[in-house]
Nanobody, 124 residues
Framework: QVQLVESGGGSVQAGGSLRLSCAAS????????MGWFRQAPGNEREFVAA????????PDADSVKGRFTISRDNAKNILYLQMNKLKPEDTAVYYC?????????????????WGQGTQVTVSS
């Protein structure tokens, strides 16, 4: 089992950058596939990016391609999401999630482990 804690959210103006972190407990972090999802008010939780334990990415959501980068440091048990060129429509609570196995998934139902979320607010 793994426990996840996100950090790094905040308020930023459009065009700015933020880096989210997700710290994972447990000694088997490197065996988990990790993902980032987000949920805006009134919307369903949606996929952002995912990365297998070996570092193989799944294509990012179209809405963030070329702006967001997912990465992980297995030695430190941390997952990152670098977000550049932020837009007001990126405003949401961002969640990291974990699943066993090596196949990244865009389906949130495939992830049994979730963090509490971190708020990102982008103003125009």
């Amino acid at each position: 089992q793994v426990q996840l804690v996100e950090s790094g959210g905040g308020s930023v103006q459009a065009g700015g950058s933020l880096r989210l972190s997700c710290a994972a407990s447990g000694r088997t972090f490197s065996s988990y596939t990790m993902g980032w999802f987000r949920q805006a008010p009134g919307n369903e939780r949606e996929f952002v990016a995912a990365l297998s334990w070996a570092g193989g990415p799944t294509p990012d959501a179209d809405s963030v391609k070329g702006r967001f980068t997912i990465s992980r440091d297995n030695a430190k048990n941390i997952l990152y999401l670098q977000m550049n060129k932020l837009k007001p429509e990126d405003t949401a609570v961002y969640y990291c999630a974990a699943r066993t196995g090596s196949s990244p998934s865009r389906d949130l139902n495939d992830y049994p482990y979730w963090g509490q979320g971190t708020q990102v607010t982008v103003s125009s």
